[in-house]
């Protein structure tokens, strides 16, 4: 999963687990031909740039995205009726200063980044630190669009590009005219600027010989930056970097590191095999040998395929099972409507019905059961996890609900799996419960 999203309420989070269904072997080329270079290619300011195309007049301006859809769209609504969206006075806009409420961002301007707030912050902490920022509601079809749109034309020009989520993809250089030459400079402006001629966004992108490699390049010069990394130019610009911009090095295991005493990924690449395998573990501690000397031999994922799909929202407020019952019930009805909504746009069915709650004390649960037919209909997904639902303890208020389908199937015309279904395994049929007509909210 994208990363994965942090987005509150109205932004609430679509997620995809991913199974690998075709690799491209691009190793396996002979030893004769050129060099390979891989291109990471990410999107600037993805949500918030796509924002600007509809609203100009904002350009440049401290920008967020995010918070309660509802109120903000409120607040632009009646002015869309009376001029073109991009005559809209900035007077008009709603400031975070305004904002209350639990929301987060999902993304800021540059211009807004320079105040130090960005992704995942809270918009109530954002707005002490840029008052005067603009506050505008997540769309996501609107993103979705987008992201469709410039991965169309990347492929048109190279076909071979491995899907990282809404707004980053891999693109292999090594066979595509202008893949070689300046490192990949020549290929990588090229595709920046004809996303930007064909989009209006700008994009940043790294270009080395590995997945690993580029994903830290193309943050080098962000935003409209290219970077070209070489095999040696591995100590002085990716030796000086914190191990976190390792891909696959989160907050913990940078906590872990510094404990030892590695800060840089010089200071990693200092360590021996063995002494990583002993703090680390067989596979972690290999892995971070291979990563700290920049090598990397993944193949590009060309096609991939969802195992499950799941929607999920935090409230504004803590809400309660009995008190606030009418709310919630709307909300998971919501969240059921949405899940069938995104099975079918993407065209799959799914037997695995599953939520997720967390209370106010930020424990969470799941609970799941398995049908005996697959679905992507509303009313069904919205029935069984209203059984789950039934198993779980609803003394404590809640902070989030999310309603998952898993076991997933490519749909056919009539709504069943396109290929025969595999048997339903115990373990997950042991998950069933039996039906029953009266649902909790
Ligand atoms: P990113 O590529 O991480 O960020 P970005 O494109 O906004 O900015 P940058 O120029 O630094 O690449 O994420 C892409 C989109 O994903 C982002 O526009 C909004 C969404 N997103 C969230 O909703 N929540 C998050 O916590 C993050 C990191 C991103
Ligand atoms: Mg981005
Ligand atoms: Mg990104």
């Not at 990410?42 to 609203?55: I, P």
């Not at 840029?130 to 991965?151: E, G, I």
């Not at 060309?302 to 499950?308: G, Q, T």
């Not at 079918?344 to 649960?365: C, E, M, N, P, W």
Request: hydrophobic share 40%; with cysteine; aromatic share 6%.
């Amino acid at each position: 999963m994208h990363p994965d999203f942090l987005d509150c309420r109205v932004a609430t989070l679509l997620a995809m687990t991913i199974r690998t269904v075709t690799i491209y072997e691009s190793l396996n080329r002979p030893m004769s031909e050129k060099i390979r270079r891989i291109a990471h290619l990410d999107m600037d300011a993805f949500y918030a740039s796509v924002e600007l195309l509809r609203y100009p007049q904002l350009s440049g301006l401290p920008v967020v995205i995010g918070g309660t859809r509802r109120a903000a769209d409120a607040l632009i609504d009646p002015l869309q009726q009376e001029k073109p969206l991009h005559r809209i006075a900035l007077d008009d806009f709603p400031r975070l200063k305004d904002y209350t409420g639990r929301g987060v961002i999902t993304t800021a301007t540059y211009a807004a980044r320079q105040f130090g707030v960005g992704s995942a912050m809270g918009l109530m902490k954002a707005a002490r630190l840029c008052p005067q920022a603009l506050l505008l509601p997540v769309d996501f079809p609107q993103y979705r669009k987008y992201s469709k749109a410039f991965k169309a034309v990347i492929t048109d020009i190279a076909p071979l590009m491995e899907d990282r989520g809404i707004d980053e993809v891999y693109i292999d250089f090594t066979d595509v005219p202008g893949g070689q030459r300046e490192g990949g400079r020549v290929l990588a402006r090229l595709i920046q600027k004809t996303i930007f001629e064909q989009t209006g966004l700008s994009c940043s992108v790294g270009v080395a010989p590995n997945k690993l490699l580029a994903k830290m390049a193309s943050e080098f010069n962000k935003p409209k930056g290219i970077s070209i990394v070489l095999e040696q130019d591995l100590q002085d610009r990716i030796w000086p970097l914190a191990c976190r911009k390792i891909n696959g090095i989160g907050p913990k295991a940078e906590a872990r590191l510094q404990g030892l005493g590695i800060r840089t990924i010089g200071d990693l690449a200092q360590k021996d095999l063995d002494w990583l395998i002993d703090h680390f573990g067989q596979k972690t501690g290999a892995w971070m040998f291979d990563a700290a000397r920049g090598r990397d031999d993944r193949p590009l994922v060309l096609e991939s395929e969802p195992v499950s799909i799941s929607r999920e929202t935090t409230f504004e407020r803590d809400l309660h099972a009995q008190r606030d019952r009418a709310e919630l019930g709307a909300i998971f009805t919501r969240l059921c409507q949405q899940v069938a909504d995104d099975l079918q746009r993407k065209g799959y069915v799914g037997k695995t019905i599953g939520i997720k709650l967390r209370y106010a004390d930020f424990k969470s649960v799941t609970r799941d059961q398995t049908l005996e037919r697959y679905t992507a209909d509303a009313k069904t997904i919205r029935h069984s996890a209203g059984l789950c639902l039934k198993r779980v303890p609803l003394q404590q208020a809640l902070r989030l609900l999310g309603v998952r389908v898993g076991s997933l199937h490519r749909a056919g015309p009539d709504l069943q799996p396109k290929a025969p279904a595999p048997p339903v395994s115990d373990a997950a049929s042991a998950t069933g419960v039996a039906a029953s007509s009266d649902q909790l909210f």
